[in-house]
């Protein structure tokens, strides 16, 4: 450790506290990393823990003045890199934030610091009959990452995303001023709406410190729905007349008959689908319906069931309870399934919905000239595929992985629909994406972090290509 | 006319043809206002009608280059005059490019050029049985302007505002650079989110020149239910209660006697409430329900009448379709109405909706206090109160419509929840919004527009108070 490091971490902790500045091997290694498969762990020169918004602003004014980056942390369970600190950075970990400080039944929101997790959020909802929609699939997910990443995960089909949800924010600039955007109002017009901005920003414009949730009343009845299909071709073409029934599901998820093989092996479950269904069907849709009347939900099924018949399902399992939720649980696990089955990288990008069947297919051939294992499942109700790509070869992995994110764009997507950019899809989004568009990117980080040290290098480098030397 | 205007006019016809530009007489004067009540009509050197986004693009980019003021007009039928151009600035006005450029059933998608109205856009959408759901209360309205302003109306309750509706757009920087943001897909997070950034930005960060939009299944039943309450307040405190009841209705305002009586006698309405009622009543909730299933609607509508009865209306009165229709279409005219009885200034603001019986009382006290007539009514389930000043005197009203706005604000409102700002509420905004917030916003603005040409001066000054003389 340099003497400068030392000066550092007393001046650290004049403003949080010693017990809440860690440095050298007092930092475990969980600081180090998040879950991208691809992105090298970092040591930071020191992890802070502050306990109010105060301290988080002093923090960073502290790390403006001396030019020192600054990565926030919820619970690392991100999947691109965007909390790994810098070397001669700090970490700001907001694991003391983590108290949910109001549920407020009249307006129908939560008030929630950063460091609180979707599991906690979910046990105090549930009490009062309310829901916090966003299961991007890990409980223990904290509030202020998903808002850092805009989490999204299966129920967006229906709910919308983690930026349907956050009404207002506090939040720290790279200046270190405080400012509080929204409120517990469900709109306004009345300037830029800067709590939008910030969410999916991944720490580079500023750090929430609090956080404004709105809540919906918790459905009490539902119903999963599996169905086997032919073809992948027949699972995307379904999707937008599901979208378009008007019988707004919770859940519309395709699952190719690899991960359905895995998902389902891995967690132990047995469907009853009979033997010569599975051998028959290369692609499943999972649908769940929620409400509150049960005659409705039954009604429901019914409609979802013929419309599944004429849109070519092999078949149709009405799963009860307990295995329609250990379904969805395992596929909720489907990253870590892939993981374990040794996937070299994960990736998670958005097309237009009717351009999912286009889209395999460019996969597949991308996959096969390759060859590369190339797999995965999907939000298809949002055109959010997710894909596990299998390739041992890191130059041809990311060539793959360049070509597969490519084709995307080229069919009117976007690199990303939930995991985010962080350091791990950077390159990607370099060079696909408008250069113009990265341009004003930065201008807008320079506008929030005049002096750079929010998250530098995350989603983008600080300068464009051009003017590299 | 100056030589510098003719040389300017014969500049500009070179770049979008000499039959669209309009100089000195031959501007109209509908160029040369919209319907705010307070904001005084401005000519413009010229107005300007681009045919296609590379034709705005070469006018932005000649107006930087010249450094000349550049207001965006869609109808004309905003409220905060955020549409008024410079006198020394050109219009743009988009009424050429009015085209529908797709309806895509498989993403659910219209792709719309910034001239298209709202009745186009329905009367297109309604051929495939499916809704753009936001209704601002005046069909003639531009897609372009609601974008500007980040529109709602009555029916955001449920679908939310126009920010919840835009998937993406082609927009025209104050650089003259074209950006397309976003797509057909309801979700992303691959870098900031700029098309949340220029909705509702009123023309000051870029100019939407194609706006990508959600389109619903469309309603295909429906119950309009008018409930009397003998207080305000009862009105008032029943709200949170219909919100979490998951009814989730489509329309739920309230209406206050003053407004009620102006809106019922100018549209010739008979809605058959007994006079009794009539005498006791103070308040009026409106509800809609819809859906594409008779039956729940039937079965929803007596649930919520229970629900009224408990939250203590003096009565439930159920209206034919065509009484409900026109109670509605009533409603949207308020503003009309309201303006034709003689209203000083009209405001719109939000509050947490638990908020609104605080709310409404501490504007009696202003009221009264300042012996002003304030009545409105307003989109009760979103907290978005729309009150019409009655005061004569220009200093008087002034500091009525501050004090009220500040109150607002001081339960957790901003100053306005769908008109925007404009230069109509640009004072208000400066004194009761925090400084450091407004000068974020105009880094923000130097990012999109940096020689500062776009709409200036429109929601805040381009100097803070602290930088003037």
Same mark, same amino acid.
């Given at each position: 450790?340099?003497?400068?490091?030392?000066?550092?971490?007393?001046?650290?902790?004049?403003?949080?506290?010693?017990?809440?500045?860690?440095?050298?091997?007092?930092?475990?290694?969980?600081?180090?990393?998040?879950?991208?498969?691809?992105?090298?762990?970092?040591?930071?020169?020191?992890?802070v823990r502050p306990g109010s918004t105060e301290e988080v602003a002093a923090v960073v004014t502290w790390a403006a003045a001396n030019g020192v980056p600054v990565t926030a942390r919820g619970s690392g369970t991100g999947l691109s890199g965007a909390c790994i600190p810098q070397p001669d950075g700090i970490l700001v970990s907001f694991e003391r934030m983590d108290q949910i400080l109001e549920i407020d039944l009249r307006n129908h929101v939560a008030v929630v610091q950063p460091g609180v997790?979707?599991?906690?959020?979910?046990? $105090? +909802?549930? #009490?009062? %009959?309310?829901?916090?929609?966003?299961?991007?699939?890990?409980? &223990?997910?904290? =509030? *202020?990452?998903?808002? $850092? +990443?805009? #989490?999204? %995960?299966?129920?967006?089909?229906?709910?919308?995303?983690?930026? &349907?949800?956050? =009404? *207002?924010?506090?939040?720290?600039?790279?200046?270190?001023?405080?400012?509080?955007?929204?409120?517990?109002?469900?709109?306004?017009?009345?300037?830029?709406?800067?709590?939008?901005?910030?969410?999916?920003?991944?720490?580079?414009?500023?750090?929430?410190?609090?956080?404004?949730?709105?809540?919906?009343?918790?459905?009490?009845?539902?119903?999963?729905?599996?169905?086997?299909?032919?073809?992948?071709?027949?699972?995307?073409?379904?999707?937008?007349?599901?979208?378009?029934?008007?019988?707004?599901?919770?859940?519309?998820?395709?699952?190719?008959?690899?991960?359905?093989?895995?998902?389902?092996?891995?967690?132990?479950?047995?469907?009853?689908i009979p033997q010569e269904i599975k051998d028959t069907a290369l692609a499943y849709l999972v649908i769940v319906l929620e409400g509150t009347v049960a005659s409705r939900i039954e009604e429901d099924t019914a409609a979802l069931g013929q419309l599944l018949g004429e849109l070519g399902a092999l078949d149709l399992y009405v799963l009860p309870p307990s295995a329609g939720a250990a379904l969805v649980d395992a596929r909720e696990k489907a990253f870590w399934t892939a993981k374990a089955l040794?996937?070299?990288?994960?990736?998670?990008?958005?097309?237009?919905?009717?351009?999912?069947?286009?889209?395999?297919?460019?996969?597949?051939?991308?996959?096969?000239?390759?060859?590369?294992?190339?797999?995965?499942?999907?939000?298809?109700?949002?055109?959010?595929?997710?894909?596990?790509?299998?390739?041992?070869?890191?130059?041809?992995?990311?060539?793959?992985?360049?070509?597969?994110?490519?084709?995307?764009?080229?069919?009117?997507?976007?690199?990303?629909?939930?995991?985010?950019?962080?350091?791990?899809?950077?390159?990607?989004?370099?060079?696909?994406?408008?250069?113009?568009?990265?341009?004003?990117?930065?201008?807008?980080?320079?506008?929030?972090?005049?002096?750079?040290?929010?998250?530098?290098?995350?989603?983008?480098?600080?300068?464009?290509?051009?003017?590299?030397?």
């Open positions: 450790m340099t003497t400068t490091t030392i000066d550092h971490a007393t001046e650290l902790a004049a403003l949080v506290g010693a017990d809440h500045v860690l440095v050298g091997d007092a930092i475990n290694d969980d600081y180090t990393r998040d879950e991208a498969l691809t992105s090298p762990a970092h040591r930071p020169a020191a992890v997790t979707l599991a906690q959020l979910d046990e $105090a +909802t549930k #009490a009062h %009959g309310l829901i916090y929609p966003v299961q991007p699939g890990e409980n &223990s997910a904290s =509030l *202020g990452g998903n808002v $850092a +990443t805009n #989490a999204g %995960g299966m129920r967006a089909v229906r709910y919308g995303v983690t930026r &349907s949800q956050v =009404l *207002g924010l506090t939040c720290v600039l790279g200046t270190g001023e405080v400012l509080t955007t929204g409120g517990k109002f469900v709109k306004a017009t009345s300037g830029y709406d800067l709590t939008q901005l910030v969410i999916g920003s991944e720490g580079t414009l500023a750090l929430a410190t609090e956080a404004i949730l709105r809540l919906h009343p918790r459905p009490t009845h539902g119903a999963t729905v599996l169905a086997p299909f032919t073809t992948l071709d027949e699972v995307a073409a379904a999707i937008p007349h599901i979208v378009g029934s008007g019988l707004q599901p919770s859940i519309l998820e395709y699952i190719d008959l690899v991960s359905m093989a895995g998902i389902t092996s891995s967690a132990g479950l047995e469907l009853g040794g996937a070299n990288d994960i990736i998670d990008l958005v097309v237009p919905r009717a351009e999912i069947p286009g889209y395999l297919a460019a996969v597949k051939v991308i996959a096969d000239d390759t060859a590369s294992l190339v797999v995965g499942c999907g939000h298809a109700g949002d055109g959010n595929v997710h894909l596990s790509v299998f390739q041992g070869d890191p130059a041809v992995r990311s060539d793959v992985v360049g070509r597969i994110l490519r084709a995307g764009a080229d069919l009117g997507g976007a690199v990303s629909g939930e995991h985010g950019i962080g350091t791990a899809k950077k390159a990607y989004l370099a060079a696909i994406e408008d250069p113009a568009k990265l341009d004003l990117m930065r201008r807008i980080k320079v506008a929030f972090d005049p002096t750079g040290i929010l998250n530098p290098g995350v989603i983008f480098d600080a300068t464009s290509p051009a003017e590299h030397p």
